[in-house]
């Protein structure tokens, strides 16, 4: 076995210090405590009979504490907090659709993602909370430690204080891990951000009902498990310093080329296809010779979609509709509510393809854009889309690679997973999250794809509106094929 805090200590004065070595301290001890997955899972059944919701669809005029406006028809909660829903006018001239309009969550408070860590027996463990959300395809999954808005955390809704909240409020007195703003779907939220932040603390915590402690490696295990770890526990995760010099050293992982792979694709002392530098500057071209406009206008009338009291729908009958539900909770701070949800029609598929660039594991990365981004465009997987959406499209506007990840060998399939996306604001909104490896060098034929290591995102995560949201869930499922295989 490998000295891996020896190692840490060797390292802690090169590139990134000890911090990797340290998460991957406790991804390998995650590995080898199997029977703790095992009590994990019994706790979180335990949790799901308690902790619930129960959620009724209802006419969007009965959403009590909420309005339409009578001017623009938007919909917004009657103490003018929490968020809206309108309309967005969108022109991207030369895009496969220049032009569209379409219903938008608009939320400019930036809401807290937060996870404390602390070390037992030496090891990174991480504090989770199992949470329900109305629009968790099956209730209850494993969110961090603090996810709340804004005016949640703030107690907009009466309702009970957000557990261990003073952390983050006061994260100076902690060792930072990572704090970053990062963006949200920019297709549902327009100009939506959260802060992503990751702190250790070294004094004692109480583990209050519904939170539990678990190692980096127990969460990348968990990953694998469909509609369990939110869609916010990924990004955060994601954010992670998961990059340094050295790493393959620490996991040492014989007779598997492609995990040694995608090790060396974590560590900055490896090569990349493309210099950072060379990267910051195609994704600042992009965004300079990208035209997206767009104009927030009333929902009332908008063009292409019609209002019932049952819903807000699309008139070819795709895409997404807005909803209203009523909602009630066990194990919430608030036990009953009403609102508005955006709900998908179908499953999405959001996958990297990956190829190995002298023995380092590169994503296939698309600079792309969406109309909520901040500044134009994000780096994405090299796809993202719901497939039946571009049934009525031509040929030309489906996107690239689609095929190729739909008809994937097993053999080629790295990472399989379905997972949620974003509980509180989407009705089951869910996505085939996927890693499919290809020997094709496929970036010289389009301007806006490259392909990256993952030190290389793991350094743009760092900064703000540089990854988006679904391939930071992606480079989050990747760190977990760091890990060797559960023994047999």
């Known amino acids: ?97 220049e032009r569209w309009s379409q219903p938008i969550i608009n939320q400019p408070e930036i809401g807290i993602l937060g996870i404390l860590v602390k070390r037992f027996g030496g090891v990174l463990h991480f504090l989770m909370q199992a949470k329900v959300e109305p629009g968790n395809h099956n209730g209850l999954q494993l969110s961090p430690t603090v996810q709340a808005t804004r005016s949640n955390y703030t107690r907009a809704h009466h309702g009970k204080p ?59 295990s968990l990953l694998t498990a469909g509609d369990l770890v939110n869609m916010d526990s990924r990004t955060v995760l994601s954010c992670l310093p998961f990059s340094g010099a050295g790493l393959l050293e620490a996991f040492a992982p014989a007779g598997d080329d492609f995990r040694a792979s995608v090790i060396r694709s974590c560590s900055e002392d490896e090569g990349s296809r493309h210099s950072t530098v060379d990267i910051l500057s195609w994704i600042t071209e992009v965004r300079t010779h990208s035209e997206v406009h767009t104009r927030l206008v009333p929902l009332a009338g908008l063009a292409g979609w019609r209002r019932t009291d049952d819903a807000i729908t699309h008139e070819n009958g795709r895409f997404f509709e807005v909803i209203g539900v009523r909602v009630r909770a066990g194990g919430r701070e608030v036990g009953e509510w009403t609102q508005p949800m955006i709900r998908a029609y179908r499953t999405g598929v959001v996958a990297f393809l990956v190829k190995r660039v002298d023995g380092v594991l590169h994503a296939l990365v698309h600079a792309r854009l969406e ?91 760092r900064h703000s509106h540089y990854v988006n949201i679904q391939a930071r869930s992606l480079v989050a499922c990747l760190h977990s094929l760091t890990a060797p295989p559960p023994a047999s």
């Open 1 to 97: 076995m490998v000295d891996i805090s020896a190692l840490a200590k060797k390292s802690s004065a090169g590139s990134g210090g000890s911090r990797p070595w340290q998460l991957a301290e406790s991804v390998l001890s995650g590995t080898r405590d199997v029977h703790r997955l095992a009590d994990f899972h019994r706790w979180f059944a335990d949790l799901g009979q308690r902790f619930y919701t129960e959620v009724d669809r209802i006419p969007l005029p009965g959403l009590s504490g909420w309005r339409l406006d009578p001017g623009t028809g938007n919909l917004g909660h009657d103490n003018g907090r929490f968020f809206t829903v309108e309309g967005l006018e969108v022109r991207v001239p030369g895009g496969p659709v």
């Open 162 to 220: 957000v557990p261990y909240l003073d952390y983050f409020l006061r994260s100076a007195r902690h060792g930072v891990l990572t704090d970053v703003r990062q963006s949200e779907q920019g297709s549902w939220f327009y100009r939506k951000r959260n802060r992503n932040v990751v702190l250790e603390v070294t004094e004692e915590v109480e583990v209050l009902d519904g939170f539990c402690w678990l190692t980096l490696g127990q969460l990348h």
């Open 371 to 461: 109309p909520g981004y901040l500044d134009v465009a994000e780096l994405a997987p090299t796809v993202q889309c719901v497939p039946e959406n571009y049934d009525h499209l031509p040929t030309a506007a489906r996107p690239r690679f689609l095929d190729e990840v739909l008809t994937a060998p097993e053999d080629r399939i790295r990472f399989d997973a379905t997972l949620s996306e974003e509980g509180g604001r989407f009705y089951h909104a869910r996505n085939r999250y996927l890693v499919v490896e290809t020997d094709e060098d496929r970036e010289l034929d389009h301007p806006d794809f490259r392909w990256l290591p993952l030190h290389q995102l793991v350094h743009l995560l």
